[in-house]
Structures are given as C-alpha cells and as structure tokens.
C-alpha cells in the first residue's frame, strides 16, 4: 500500500453493524434452530455444534440425516417477525461434506409470520472443494425458485420481508440417504 493511500482518510461505511449482516456462525447455542420432517415416513434429522471440523471459530453446524425414499428433512432458522434483508443481494455460507456430488437445497423463508412461509430454494450439489475442505457457496436474492409446489412457480423471494433459512434435504434416488454435512459462517452480503 502507497503512503498516499494510508493517509487517505477512511470513508465510513453505510451503518450495517456485524450482528446483522451475520444469520449465523454456530460459535453459541443452536436452539433457535429446528429439525422438520415428513412425519409420514420414517425419516429423521438432527443437527448439533461440531467443534472438531469447522471453518471459523470454535464450531460448526452438523446437520445428520437419514431420509426415507419420497420424503424430505429440513434444519430450519425461522424468525417470530419478518427482517428487512433489502440491504443485501443475497447471502453465503460455507460446506464441508462427506461425499462429492451431496446435494442440499438452501432455503430462505419469505411471509410475514411463522405460520404462513414461503420457501425459496437454492438446489446445489457439493464440489470437490466441500469434500476436501470448505466450499464457499454463493446464494444471489434472484437465483432463489420458489419451492416446486408453492403456487405458479413465478413467485419471487422478497428480502424485504424475510422470515429465515433452511437446509433442506430429499433422497436423490429413491434409496433411503444417510448422510451428514457440516455449515459455517452465514453472512448476508
Ligand atoms: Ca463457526
């Protein structure tokens, strides 16, 4: 760096304070997080703090789960009231998983309640790097679906009225899926 860019005076930052732009790092309790599922199959998910394999501080989130064919499993963070997100074009997050090619749908909730959600679904598969490390996964407002059986399929997430996330998760082939993959650091950006 030049010695004229250091006396450059710092331009302040528009007031975005780092508690929120984060939704999550796992460094504290996870129990504002939920486990979903088809309650008609025998399916499970559990997720908890790893401390062993994480990208950023102390932990991560471990998300396990063991999918019955035809049904579906979601690890859930659903706010009481809606947030204004319109700050941010989207979000981020970090994955590490066991298996390359490990697919997981990363959800943000629209609506205006907990009772009435939308799902907004980023479908991706984990890259080599997510098995060999941690993969930084990108999530732009405007590449989010609504969920397939969530109205006309026109909808658009609305992040001026966000309501939460998701990891969701479904049986790629009709076999059950037992598997677990870990998520760090989730920043709005
Ligand atoms: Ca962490």
Redesign the pocket.
Known sequence: MSTAAEARPEVPKPSQTPAARLID???RAVDAWAAFRDEAKDTRLAFDRDPQI???????LRVRYDLAPESWATCSLVYDQPRNWSGFQGLSLYLHAEKEGQPVTIVAYGGTSPDDLLLFEYRLKAGPSAVKGWQQIDVRWEQLKPAPWQGDGTGKFDPRSAMGVAFAFEPSEGDRNLDQLWI??IPLR
């Open positions: 790092d796992f460094e994480k990208h950023g501080g102390a932990a991560s760090d650091d």
